[in-house]
């Protein structure tokens, strides 16, 4: 009898505590980044195959991303989608392929990088296009 006093006991010891566990998200976890808002681009990186070069005419730019899938640059605008770490948007054309590859996107920082083939007399080149930039103000 006592060892069945005893197995109860441990078993409500190890079930009780459950039953005051919340399900509920912890209200101190901060939510995912978006992507929504103006980027000032601070540095523009084209390397290539045994080299690469700064784009410093991209420097400054601003790219503002609004939830309505527009992003502007300059006084254009060009669709948007993002999903899994990859940015699409018809400004990519500009870098031969249709997407950005999303290295990093924090509240405050974020990363594209566009890889493309180059093909010259002398053979292909793999070209990667790497942008960082820093969360404006809203």
Same mark, same amino acid.
């Given at each position: 009898?006592?060892?069945?006093?005893?197995?109860?006991?441990?078993?409500?010891?190890?079930?009780?505590?459950?039953?005051?566990?919340?399900? @509920?998200?912890?209200?101190?976890?901060?939510?995912?980044?978006?992507?929504?808002?103006?980027? @000032?681009?601070? @540095?523009?990186?084209?390397?290539?195959?045994? #080299?690469? =070069?700064?784009?410093?005419?991209?420097?400054?730019? $601003?790219?503002?991303?609004?939830?309505?899938?527009?992003?502007?640059? #300059?006084?254009? /605008?060009?669709?948007? $989608?993002?999903?899994?770490? $990859?940015?699409?948007?018809?400004?990519?054309?500009?870098? =031969? /392929?249709?997407?950005?590859?999303?290295?990093?996107? $924090?509240?405050?920082?974020?990363?594209?990088?566009?890889?493309?083939? @180059? =093909?010259?007399?002398?053979?292909?080149?793999?070209?990667?296009?790497?942008? /960082?930039?820093?969360?404006?103000?809203?």
């Amino acid at each position: 009898m006592k060892k069945i006093k005893f197995l109860v006991a441990m078993m409500l010891i190890a079930i009780v505590p459950m039953l005051f566990t919340s399900c @509920e998200e912890n209200p101190e976890q901060t939510p995912e980044p978006t992507i929504a808002g103006t980027w @000032e681009c601070m @540095e523009a990186i084209l390397k290539y195959d045994g #080299g690469g =070069e700064d784009l410093d005419s991209y420097k400054g730019q $601003t790219w503002k991303f609004d939830e309505l899938n527009i992003l502007t640059i #300059g006084d254009k /605008t060009y669709d948007y $989608t993002i999903f899994n770490n $990859t940015l699409t948007t018809s400004y990519a054309a500009l870098y =031969e /392929t249709d997407h950005f590859k999303v290295d990093t996107l $924090t509240s405050e920082n974020l990363i594209l990088s566009a890889s493309y083939v @180059e =093909e010259t007399k002398v053979g292909d080149i793999d070209i990667t296009v790497i942008l /960082t930039f820093k969360r404006l103000s809203e």
